[in-house]
């Protein structure tokens, strides 16, 4: 399961709507959704807060995500190690990568849930 699911099925667990649990976190009402669907991940803060929302622990629901997302992709090791490469840019890169895999991920879900040919 990504994290985006396992807040999801907590936040459905404890009887919230999006927009109440928008409210209780401080963000804006398209933001939980955007990340139960995978499309956006959440800060540090934002997480921090929707877990206490939950009434549970960031790390909780971390635990939860299923191993394989959390080894980082060859892809990432190798700008990692690039010395041709800035912090910066190595960062920069990271988050490009980042954004297209889960716009792919996003995409590959909708067209799941919407049957053959999307």
Excluded: F
């Excluded at 209780?24 to 929302?53: C, F, H, K, T, W």
């Amino acid at each position: 399961m990504t994290l985006g699911e396992i807040i999801r099925r907590q936040r459905e667990l404890a009887e919230l709507s999006m927009r109440q649990l928008a409210a209780m976190v401080g963000i804006s009402n398209p933001y939980p959704s955007q990340i139960e669907r995978g499309l956006r991940a959440p800060s540090d803060r934002v997480l921090q807060a929707i877990a206490a929302s939950l009434r549970t622990t960031a790390d909780a629901l971390v635990q939860q995500v299923t191993p394989a997302e959390h080894q980082p992709p060859a892809v990432l090791d190798a700008i990692a190690a690039d010395p041709n490469l800035t912090a910066r840019q190595r960062q920069a890169l990271g988050e490009v990568y980042a954004a297209m895999v889960e716009t792919t991920v996003a995409r590959r879900g909708r067209r799941t849930a919407n049957g053959p040919g999307g």
